[in-house]
């Protein structure tokens, strides 16, 4: 037990009007009286002047019944919202109070000198008004308007050094963190927006006036106190904005979900006040002007209050910016706490460790420790339980460990692992009651495909096909949004036997054919429906996206001396419904001119939709409840995106105008070859995932990708001897990093916002990661079979990756220009692989031609091409070692 708590304050509960909702009602309404009581200060004195000066008695009456008015709301009225906030914030962020309170402890008692002159100056004015000789009645409302304003100077300092404490936050000097970096163009600011309501509740009182000629003149004067500070003001709001520190200012105008309805709110709101002005200003019915009074005074709230939040949610993660978090926990502490913990660190909780019996009990301590002074629970202001009702469970805890980087308008989460554990079960087992997960009835019935016959000794030809991909994925809920489009492509190479194999490349038509009973792109309304909006048109019957058919010709590729069939039109779904993600295609290849079948074989083309976004999104499944995505789900997604990057994904789609993630993550423009300003797709999803997948997640690649569950895509080799994605792609960290250093040194600034709190996993910091792009510079076989021997190592080295396309393992070719893959298979699919969907999917030409599913001509088969023994290792090194994995 620690003798020196950090957390050494009780806290105040307030249930549903937590989240700030009792210290924002009564901080905008005081702010909103305590600026009319600086500026109407002025307001009596020059109203008072007027009248003198135009010798009017009825403008002195109005000046000294707006007095009365004046005193009974900012004396009385303002006084009692004042105590209400210092009540409050005492209670909810006593640490923070206290810092103010102890390091301007003499600005505070000079702000109460100037209040106390204030009080007395203001009274003094009210009831000696038409009795004391007008010079020294004068002199009293001249020292009023002084003294209140002398308040706000203070009191902007205090305010504003919260915000931007500047230099204080490492000299600790009162006078640094007093004439902080925006103190004043807020003090402008304040001072203009004084005078503006001081017009604004001289209408309330104008419009009592019953003399019309009085009542018109007064209000056109009213106008001009209005109208004229508010030029000034846009002035000083532009000013003050532009003083502030890069990373406040940041926060404003692009990281913070929660300010931009408040920005359009200060905008919208500006020129209908403006407006309103003028209206009154002019000769209108008196209902009218009654009417717009009524309004620009709920104008004037809102105005102020949209202010306030903008201000306030500007210093977000923290009560005092770089000091102390909106948690109470102070910046200094967070390392300590992470690595004792929370409640050991806390004085007012009774849970001091966790176990299974505690673990709830002791969430729910953690969260009123940490979360209640900005949320409330169930209330109006960023209520917990509409927040946290999506997670389950590893999604909660995946939001707990991401909480400070992406989103860094929220605090750092600083306890430990099991207390972060202890908080998600808090909050996804008591708070939202969570319903368990459906279960799914589908099993997996195996069913294999139909092999043609291969005679070794009559056939003359053998047909080798792969797929381009060994693990593909697809969103299906396209009214959405689509990651990326149905379409896989195929390649082969036919080989004509004998003692010196030949492959062929002319007189040669290959063709290809979709297993029959697969719905495709067309089929499904999910996918064709909104094809126009993808790629600008309708897809046909029968066809993807690119305008393949379910059966046609392959394409002869000179360079890679293989034909190939790009982007074909499969989706996992049987027309029956059922989930396959392994559909096969039937490849022949016939002489072109006398149309005789030389060969044919099939392969597996990988297409899935279980990806594991529901896990963090919410929703279940949205096929059958195994597979695909829900509309809850793909609806959050888009929530999520819209919220933290400020687009307007959601409202598109319900326009029936969806997109496609790639178009603007492409990475560059497909047609133009435009580098996009967004990071490319893989540089994105992994970049931001990684910063909230636990470090210490043991399997954080199958949580998203259709590596486990149903599809099981991760079913080479690789995967029978408990390699995992790691072994080859490294820690989702490292992975994360390699991608997003090649991104920022193509000065796309998005990289460096992912980076700032990633640390590498193999590497003492992120300089010695070498930039890495997607789907070019990948892991490479010889990393571990160097030399084409066993490997010593599982770990594939990191910053060793491929160089360009041709020498990627799906294009690359030995020196006979026989491809990697046409022999070993696919990636995540290497021979032998072991598919609960049927083996001879991914086994096809192996059991074909072989009849195993080792990898083709292992174990010295070579004369299946060469139809003889051979004694030299023509292909590659090491080839006629007997394969040591026995299956």
């Known amino acids: 037990m620690l003798d020196n708590y950090l957390i050494n304050y009780p806290v105040w509960d307030l249930g549903f009007m937590g989240g700030g909702t009792l210290i924002a009602f009564i901080a905008v309404i005081h702010v909103y009286v305590a600026h009319f009581a600086v500026g109407g200060g002025l307001f009596l004195v020059l109203t008072e002047i007027k009248g003198y000066k135009e010798n009017s008695a009825d403008i002195l009456e109005y000046t000294r019944k707006h007095t009365k008015f004046f005193l009974l709301v900012t004396m009385v009225f303002g006084a009692l919202t004042g105590v209400g906030i210092w009540f409050t914030i005492s209670l909810l962020s006593p640490a923070a109070t206290s810092i103010l309170v102890h390091n301007f402890v003499f600005g505070w008692a000079t702000e109460w000198v100037f209040f106390l002159g204030e009080i007395v100056a203001l009274f003094v004015y009210f009831y000696t008004f038409g009795k004391m000789n007008k010079k020294d009645h004068l002199r009293i409302g001249w020292l009023y308007f002084a003294f209140g304003w002398l308040s706000l100077f203070v009191i902007n300092g205090i305010i504003s050094f919260m915000l931007t404490p500047g230099k204080w936050i490492s000299s600790g000097n009162f006078w640094d963190g007093f004439y902080n970096p925006s103190f004043w163009p807020s003090l402008f600011f304040r001072t203009f927006m004084a005078f503006m309501l001081a017009g604004l509740f001289g209408f309330i009182t104008s419009s009592a006036v019953k003399e019309k000629a009085l009542r018109n003149s007064l209000e056109k004067y009213c106008a001009k106190w209005l109208l004229v500070p508010f030029l000034f003001l846009l002035a000083s709001a532009w000013w003050y904005v532009s003083s502030l520190p890069e990373p406040q200012k940041l926060m404003i105008l692009r990281l913070s979900p929660e300010i931009p309805p408040f920005i359009k709110t200060f905008l919208l709101l500006s020129p209908l006040i403006f407006i309103a002005g003028i209206f009154m200003s002019i000769r209108l019915p008196d209902y009218v002007k009654k009417g717009v009074t009524v309004s620009l005074f709920i104008m004037g709230i809102l105005y102020i209050g949209s202010f306030e939040w903008i201000r306030e949610a500007g210093r977000r993660p923290y009560i005092i910016y770089g000091n102390i978090y909106s948690n109470s926990v102070a910046a200094k502490d967070v390392d300590f706490m992470i690595n004792n913990g929370i409640l050991k660190t806390s004085r007012w909780v009774l849970s001091k460790k966790i ?113 381009g991909k060994g693990m593909h994925f697809i969103s299906d809920n396209n009214q959405f949004f689509s990651i990326s489009q149905p379409g896989n492509t195929i390649y082969a190479q036919l080989i004509k036997r004998g003692k010196t194999p030949e492959i062929i490349t002319t007189d040669l038509r290959m063709t290809y054919r979709i297993e029959d009973g697969f719905k495709t792109p067309s089929s499904n309304s999910n996918f064709w429906q909104y094809s126009r909006s993808f790629y600008g048109r309708r897809i046909n019957d029968n066809e993807g996206f690119s305008g393949r058919k379910t059966t046609g010709d392959m394409d002869f590729d000179e360079s890679l001396m293989a034909f190939s069939a790009g982007d074909l039109p499969v989706i996992p779904y049987r027309d029956d419904g059922s989930f396959m993600p392994f559909p096969v295609v039937f490849v022949e290849a016939r002489n072109s001119i006398t149309g005789a079948l030389l060969c044919s074989t099939g392969v597996s083309v990988p297409v899935s939709t279980e990806m594991g976004c529901r896990n963090c999104h919410g929703g279940n499944w949205g096929s059958k409840n195994i597979t695909g995505f829900s509309d809850e789900t793909s609806l959050d997604i888009l929530k999520t995106h819209d919220r933290l990057n400020r687009t307007d994904l959601e409202l598109l789609s319900k326009k029936g105008n969806p997109r496609m993630c790639s178009s603007c993550h492409a990475g560059e423009h497909p047609e133009t070859g435009e580098k996009s300003k967004h990071l490319n797709l893989s540089a994105a999803m992994h970049g931001f995932h990684a910063n909230y997948i636990a470090a210490n997640d043991p399997d954080p690649c199958s949580n998203c990708h259709p590596s486990s569950g149903f599809t099981k895509s991760y079913r080479g080799i690789h995967s029978r001897i408990d390699l995992d994605c790691s072994n080859c792609h490294g820690k989702m960290e490292d992975h994360a990093l390699s991608l997003l250093v090649s991104e920022r040194n193509e000065g796309k600034s998005g990289a460096e916002r992912l980076m700032k709190h990633l640390r590498p996993r193999s590497f003492d910091n992120t300089k010695q990661i070498e930039p890495r792009k997607a789907w070019i510079n990948q892991p490479d076989c010889l990393n571990c079979h160097t030399g084409f021997n066993p490997p010593e190592t599982d770990q594939s080295p990191p910053n060793v990756w491929t160089k360009d396309k041709k020498s990627l393992y799906s294009l690359r070719s030995d020196e006979t220009g026989i491809m990697c893959p046409a022999c070993h298979g696919i990636t995540h699919a290497e021979y032998p692989a072991t598919n609960a969907f049927g083996n001879n999917r991914d086994n096809f030409q192996p059991a074909q031609y072989q009849k195993n599913t080792y990898p083709i001509g292992a174990n010295k088969n070579c004369k299946l091409c060469h139809t003889v023994d051979m004694a030299e290792e023509i292909h590659h090194p090491n080839m006629l070692a007997l394969f040591r994995n026995i299956y």
């Open 355 to 467: 176990d299974e019996i505690n673990q709830v009990q002791a969430g729910r301590e953690i969260f009123r420790m940490m979360c209640i002074s900005c949320h409330s629970n169930g209330g109006f202001i960023n209520d917990i339980r509409t927040a946290t009702k999506k997670y389950s469970q590893y999604g909660m805890e995946s939001m707990l460990n991401g909480m400070g980087k992406v989103n860094e308008f929220m605090p750092p989460f600083p306890g430990t692992s099991a207390e972060k554990k202890a908080l998600a079960a808090y909050l996804v087992k008591e708070l939202n009651v969570s319903k368990e997960e459906l279960l799914s009835e589908y099993s997996i019935t195996p069913v294999e495909p139909k092999i043609p016959l291969f005679d070794p000794l009559q056939d003359k030809y053998i047909l080798l096909a792969w797929s």
